[in-house]
């Protein structure tokens, strides 16, 4: 028998962002169903996604993007694993998007900053290639941008 | 909002190994749970134990690893996520073996060797720290190496 470390790094999607709305406020937005569409892939040339979430542990989430052409619409699923309420999600991730057709983990901690508003931690992977990270890091940068958007704070600039 | 996107590579364990034991033997081992007392932490001053073993999806499992001579239990626990008899295994993970406790995921991919015998293919993360995921390695490079030793011995 042989064994190879193949790695000490591997391509996941670290993100850090920062809002003026508390991390209940943020928790919400991002887990209730209602809301969702209103940060998840909002943006120009889509159709509002469609979401489902049962958010309790092993409960199952799913969210359809649609584009506005309506060439097809990508399908995202999973099931959470740790629901700590406005404080931490681990959720696994899959769908029909590119780099997204196998399982990943996604990990959100929501935390206070000193001084008011909060912090967002995520990470997600372990992605297979490093074209599978960037196609994810590209899509979680829209939806921080659409989240920002939805709690009222989009256009802001640090 | 000010977003701060880091590095797109994170602490994850990667490693691959290859057998003379096909590949159904060793998903056999990986998924039996008297077979998986026999390799995991197996070599390592520790006993494996109570584990508990469901292949369906979203069922959980369970492992114990106490100290042989003696000292406190860690329970690794999680759930399965896809499982593809004798091809694939993906589960969640995680137990008071961290720094801090949180969950990540584990992917094992069984092949055939195209010399003859099999090879997997092993990811585990994403890890917080570097620190958390050397220790993880350290323990997967000893328990694949117990593997080996169990499902290569004829």
Request: hydrophobic content about 40%; charged content about 20%; proline content about 6%.
């Amino acid at each position: 028998m042989m064994i190879d470390r193949t790695g000490v790094q591997g391509p996941v999607v670290d993100v850090v962002s920062r809002f003026r709305a508390p991390r209940d406020k943020v928790f919400q937005t991002w887990t209730d169903a209602t809301l969702i569409p209103k940060w998840f892939m909002a943006m120009p040339g889509y159709l509002p996604a469609l979401a489902e979430v049962e958010l309790a542990e092993l409960g199952s989430w799913k969210i359809t993007v649609r584009p506005a052409d309506d060439v097809g619409h990508s399908v995202i699923e999973g099931n959470f694993f740790q629901i700590t309420p406005s404080r931490e999600l681990s959720y696994s991730w899959t769908g029909n998007i590119p780099g997204g057709e196998y399982y990943t983990l996604v990990n959100a901690r929501f935390e206070d900053v000193d001084g008011g508003g909060s912090l967002v931690r995520l990470t997600h992977g372990v992605f297979r290639t490093e074209a599978d990270q960037k196609a994810h890091a590209a899509g979680w940068e829209l939806c921080f941008a659409g989240l920002a958007n939805a709690l009222g704070e989009g256009g802001e600039t640090p | 909002m000010m977003l701060q996107m880091r590095a797109p590579t994170g602490p994850v364990v990667s490693l691959t190994a290859e057998f003379r034991a096909p590949r159904d033997k060793l998903f056999a081992a990986w998924t039996t749970p008297a077979l998986l007392c026999k390799w995991f932490f197996a070599e390592a001053g520790y006993r494996t134990h109570d584990v508990q073993m469901d292949l369906r999806p979203l069922s959980p499992y369970q492992l114990v690893i106490t100290p042989v001579e003696g000292g406190e239990p860690t329970r690794i626990h999680g759930n399965m996520v896809q499982v593809e008899p004798n091809a694939r295994l993906v589960y969640t993970w995680t137990g008071a073996c961290a720094g801090e406790q949180y969950w990540t995921m584990v992917d094992v991919v069984f092949e055939d060797n195209p010399d003859g015998g099999s090879r997997i293919g092993l990811s585990h993360g994403v890890f917080r720290t570097d620190a958390d995921r050397a220790m993880h390695e350290q323990g997967w490079m000893a328990c694949v190496a117990a593997l080996g030793t169990l499902v290569d011995a004829d």
